[in-house]
């Protein structure tokens, strides 16, 4: 079946901007996170859902930072007011309970900020 | 700080070779350990998930267990130039996953 997809593949923005990008996880997982990965890392965690609900947003950095998943698939993450500092491959992963916690990704964002 | 520690690398074999890759973590209390494969410009892949110590065999991979220890590995046999990549440990943490930095690996034919 189909895997994550992520849109768009690619986003450069100027600093100040708001953006936003948008998951669509595997059909049927009720599980979705967003991770962030620099050059050289590995992913971040960001935040994960379980439904619609955010679970746990621990790892956002800031209030500029935000995602909704409204229906319980697809998932928004924004970003106000943004700075080069959020340059990175964001990442979604989904995954289906009953999995023991194995997470698919999706291609990535790469979002750079100039 | 919760931690998964990895040597950067590179780490070099000759094709044919076998490729052993570790992992140390902090958090006793993690259950589920998993290998990554990532391409240069490409996502993360899913390889490996261990949750028993032991070992796991899956083809030509084979991961470790050892939570007294508090360390993870993968092997790879015969290893091939097309295994040149970087792998990413991740232990759960406990529904979101904790990263290692990766082990860039070189397969040279």
């Known amino acids: 079946g189909a895997g994550v997809s992520q849109t768009p593949s690619n986003k450069v923005t100027e600093k100040g901007k708001y953006v936003e990008l948008r998951c669509d996880p595997i059909s049927g997982h009720t599980a979705l996170y967003w991770y962030r990965q620099s050059l050289g890392q590995g992913p971040e965690f960001l935040i994960y859902?379980?439904?619609?609900?955010?679970?746990?947003d621990s790892g956002l950095p800031n209030d500029r930072f935000f995602a909704v998943r409204p229906e319980g698939s697809v998932s928004t993450l924004k970003i106000q007011r943004t700075e080069r500092g959020d340059s990175a491959v964001y990442l979604c992963?989904?995954?289906?309970?009953?999995?023991?916690?194995?997470?698919?990704f999706g291609p990535g964002t790469r979002l750079t900020v100039t | 700080q919760k931690e998964v520690e990895q040597n950067s690398g590179p780490l070099s074999v000759p094709e044919g070779a076998i490729a052993s890759l570790n992992c140390t973590y902090s958090d006793r209390g993690s259950q589920s350990f998993f290998w990554y494969r990532q391409y240069s410009g490409k996502s993360p892949e899913l390889i490996m998930s261990i949750y028993s110590n032991g070992d796991k065999e899956d083809g030509r991979f084979t991961a470790q267990l050892n939570k007294a220890s508090q360390y993870v590995s993968l092997l790879i046999r015969d290893s091939q130039p097309s295994d040149s990549a970087t792998y990413l440990c991740a232990v759960n943490s406990p529904d979101k996953l904790i990263f290692g930095t990766g082990t860039r690996l070189q397969v040279f034919p």
């Open positions: 859902f379980q439904g619609t609900g955010a679970a746990d």
């Open positions: 992963a989904s995954s289906s309970t009953g999995t023991r916690g194995e997470q698919y």
